[in-house]
């Protein structure tokens, strides 16, 4: 299932960025940054000196939206992942602000601490009340610091199960927003018992006898994400990708040099796309054109409608139905008709070596 583009651009969405002559800008999209930079100029001129330049701008404006579908139309599986880390882009707290009507934050794990990681609590979206668990990375530098980036430790898992029960006991549903370049890796997360943590969400969710939605909104990180994304549906925004490893990681892996990202990207299948295909998750959330970090009410707009949907669709269905019908889902995960057949397998990298090589075509075959 894909969901409908809205189509045409918001007033609200910016024409510039920030200062300097790519600020905000992504390495690919230079040509958008001039046609932006002259429209800016222009707006400037027209103030200053009082020319009408608005037959000139409006012509720029075309060429800039035609740009913009050229390119995003067309992304690499690099250029992807750019755009699901761009710093302007949609995080949990814009979800909370402009989707989730009174929304009630529920702190604590009851065993360690409360990781600022990883927000969980109770709010209402479209016409239903649900439980809101999601990954939390922070805008500035400070709340990046005190969300540890984005990476989770094993009390913000355990939070999340715990208020996951809690919303099964209530009868209320459960909605995640995944957001994370991985589980944190450090010596006191290992100690705290990380993947016992995450483990346990894996069975627990498995079991909750609520409906369950679970969206990928940029990073989708390994286990760290997994550790929020058993349900009963799984959907991504179409520039979020959702990987076993960052393609840094796979990488630095398999040939020790970070600059093979591109190619590990590409390698990985982690786009919507090429989920989508492999049958791994539900549906793609159309982003507004030229990405959700440009406007950003469109794109939780566009989230929002898709939960709603969803949920209608999963509350007529009865306790059994809805146990049954996500067992067989993740079942059925690594065993699509494309994989048994071939259909779907993975691209050659060129540039890397033979034994690395192969050993990349495997895991990405075996996936």
């Known amino acids: 299932m894909v969901v409908r583009r809205r189509e045409g651009l918001s007033d609200s969405m910016p024409s510039d960025t920030g200062s300097g002559k790519n600020a905000g800008h992504l390495d690919f999209e230079s040509k958008i940054a001039d046609l932006e930079r002259q429209m800016s100029e222009l707006r400037k ?4 000196k009082g020319i009408d ?17 050229r390119t995003y139309g067309n992304l690499t599986a690099w250029q992807t992942v750019q755009v699901a880390r761009h710093p ?8 909370l602000k402009l989707m989730v009507k009174d929304f009630r934050e529920l702190h604590g794990d009851r065993c360690f601490g409360d990781d600022r990681a990883i927000v969980t609590g109770i709010g209402q979206i479209a016409r239903s009340k649900v439980l809101i668990v999601g990954q939390n990375k922070g805008k500035n530098t400070k709340e990046k610091i005190v969300c540890n980036f984005g990476c989770p430790n094993p009390e913000g898992y355990r939070k999340a199960l715990a208020k996951m029960r809690f919303a099964e006991k209530y009868g209320l549903p459960i909605v995640t927003l995944i957001d994370t370049p991985g589980a944190y890796p450090g010596v006191g997360a290992e100690e705290r018992g990380q993947a016992q943590a995450i483990a346990l969400n894996l069975s627990a969710m498995s079991r909750l006898r609520v409906p369950i939605i679970s969206i990928c909104i940029g990073e989708g990180g390994s286990g760290g994400a997994l550790g929020i994304a058993v349900g009963d549906r799984l959907a991504m925004l179409e520039f979020a990708y959702y990987s076993v490893i960052s393609p840094e990681g796979c990488a630095a892996i398999l040939w020790r040099d970070g600059s093979q990202a591109p190619d590990a990207a590409q390698a990985l299948k982690l786009t919507s796309k090429d989920l989508y295909k492999l049958g791994l998750v539900d549906a793609i959330i159309p982003e507004p054109v030229g990405g959700a970090h440009r406007n950003v009410h469109d794109a939780v707009h566009n989230v929002e409608t898709y939960i709603a949907r969803t949920m209608t669709e999963l509350q007529r269905l009865s306790t059994d139905e809805l146990l049954e019908s996500r067992y067989r889902k993740w079942r059925s995960v690594g065993t699509s008709s494309a994989v048994k057949s071939g259909a779907v397998r993975p691209r050659p990298i060129a540039a890397a070596p033979g034994r690395a090589s192969r050993k990349l075509t495997s895991i990405t075959t075996k996936v």
């Open 53 to 69: 330049y608005s037959v000139e701008i409006r012509r720029l404006e075309k060429e800039r939206v035609s740009e913009l579908r």
């Open 45 to 48: 001129i027209s103030a200053k």
């Open 88 to 95: 302007h882009r949609p995080i949990l707290a814009d979800y």
